[in-house]
């Protein structure tokens, strides 16, 4: 007797296969009319869904996955990616799972844990552009363990994700800065190929133009991600030596603001007398730089947190109130933006 399959409920049901599996993972994100022809044939098949069938086999492993998809140099040394994996280990454990944290880009290491069943979800963080492992897994209807992104973008829609609204926060903080005066303004910035640093820099060319300000190119400087505080020294070494200096420098991240600060004040610049600076991230420290870093607050913790909690609804066979969870930043003021008048 022939197995029914997710392509025979589709065509049953007229739908794309992507559809019933939007529906099995629980997305209530589908139109009522279909959702239940795609319940009425899976209840006429008697068709059992690859995550159903596991379940009740028994074989669950109590364990989820944390695809560190980024350089682990980045990710280990990462304020938020820390806080981000301490929410997702603090849920874990109170829920009664193990957290396995897998340090491999997707495209070697989704395709080795859907072939030996090794966890029950996964949660993947640090996600570049055309990650061929997830799109492959969109367009043939999903997997058999339900998958979390820790950021979002269009190309990826198909899955559950949890993710800082990098532009529209980016977009926030560069008007914030706009509205204290300034006008020439520089940008400390690292690879674009990284989904959450491309929003980040759409928002802030977008506040620019609002703002009605050309951005100047030799005031852009770029960075790999894996470079850590020695960008911010190398950005300020090159700095110094402009013919013409923006007032303010917007940097990626707090890590990358400090050191920018102390190479610049090492060249006889004071901050923010001669130059303000920003960073994003609220790192401990950034209160206690001299002076203190003005600076955006982002929530790893929290979005840890609720990446896990979504991740649990999928698992345990629920519909998911919001299928792509946002969160907002908070702007921190301090002594590091001098408002110009």
Not at 29 to 51: C, D, Q, S, W
Not at 218 to 232: K, L
Request: aromatic residues 6%; proline residues 4%; hydrophobic residues 40%.
């Amino acid at each position: 007797m022939k197995t029914t399959t997710i392509s025979d409920i589709a065509g049953i049901a007229g739908v794309s296969k992507s559809t019933v599996s939007r529906v099995l993972t629980g997305n209530s994100f589908v139109n009522g009319l279909k959702k239940t022809r795609i319940l009425k044939a899976i209840e006429e098949t008697g068709y059992v869904p690859k995550l159903a069938a596991r379940s009740l086999r028994g074989s669950r492993t109590k364990t989820i996955g944390v695809i560190l998809n980024l350089d682990p140099d980045y990710h280990f040394s990462d304020f938020v990616s820390m806080e981000t994996l301490r929410g997702i280990s603090s849920s874990a454990q109170k829920s009664g799972y193990r957290v396995s944290v897998i340090i491999e880009p997707c495209t070697a290491a989704i395709p080795t844990i859907l072939r030996d069943k090794s966890v029950d979800g996964l949660i993947v963080m640090g996600l570049k552009e055309k990650e061929e492992a997830l799109l492959s897994l969109a367009e043939t209807g999903g997997s058999e363990i339900p998958i979390v992104l820790l950021n979002y973008s269009q190309e990826y829609k198909y899955f559950p994700s949890v993710s800082f609204s990098n532009e529209e926060n980016a977009f926030d903080f560069a008007m914030y800065v706009i509205s204290m005066g300034h006008e020439d303004i520089g940008l400390i910035d690292s690879s674009r190929d990284v989904l959450a640093v491309a929003n980040r820099n759409h928002g802030i060319l977008r506040a620019l133009q609002e703002g009605g300000i050309n951005p100047t190119p030799e005031w852009y400087f770029e960075y790999s991600i894996i470079s850590g505080m020695e960008a911010g020294k190398r950005a300020a070494s090159s700095f110094v030596k402009l013919d013409r200096t923006p007032t303010v420098v917007i940097t990626s991240e707090d890590d990358i603001a400090l050191s920018f600060i102390a190479g610049i004040s090492s060249a006889g610049l004071r901050v923010p007398e001669d130059i303000s600076v920003v960073g994003v991230d609220n790192i401990p420290m950034s209160k206690y730089s001299n002076p203190p870093l003005t600076t955006e607050k982002v929530d790893g913790y929290h979005r840890g947190l609720t990446a896990f909690k979504m991740l649990k609804s999928l698992l345990d066979g629920e519909d998911l109130k919001e299928k792509h969870i946002k969160i907002r930043s908070v702007i921190v003021e301090r002594d590091s933006l001098k408002k110009i008048s």
